[in-house]
C-alpha cells in the first residue's frame, strides 16, 4: 500500500511561484515513477509532469521551462517548483504512482493563480 500526501498549494499573483511537494509513505520505493497531475472542475486530470527512479522527467508542453519536477529519496518526497504561474495555471494538482494495475492518488492541494 502507498499513500501519497500533497502541500505546498495556495494563491499567488500571475508571475509568482509555488513549490509543491508530494510525500509518499507506505511501500513506496525509489525506483517508482511518480506524477503530477492538475483537474480543474468540471475537466478530466491532466498529466504535468513525471519522474523516473533513475530521475528522468517529462512534461506536459504546457509547463515546459515554467515547472520543474525533482524527487528527495531520502524523504520520499517528490517536488513540483512552478514558476510565471499563469491564471490557467489554477487547479488542484495530484501526485500519482502506479504499480502494476495499483494507482495511488493523492488527496490533491489547491492552487489559484490571480490576474
Known sequence: QVQLEESGGGEVQAGGSLRLSCAASGSISSRETISWYLQI????????????????????DSVKGRFTISRDNAKNTVYLQMNSLKPEDSA?????????RERYWGQGTHVTVSS
Open 41 to 60: 472542475p468540471g475537466q478530466q486530470r491532466e498529466f504535468i509532469a513525471s519522474i523516473t527512479g533513475s530521475l528522468t522527467t517529462g512534461y506536459a
Open 92 to 100: 488542484v494538482y495530484y501526485c500519482y504512482t502506479q504499480r502494476g
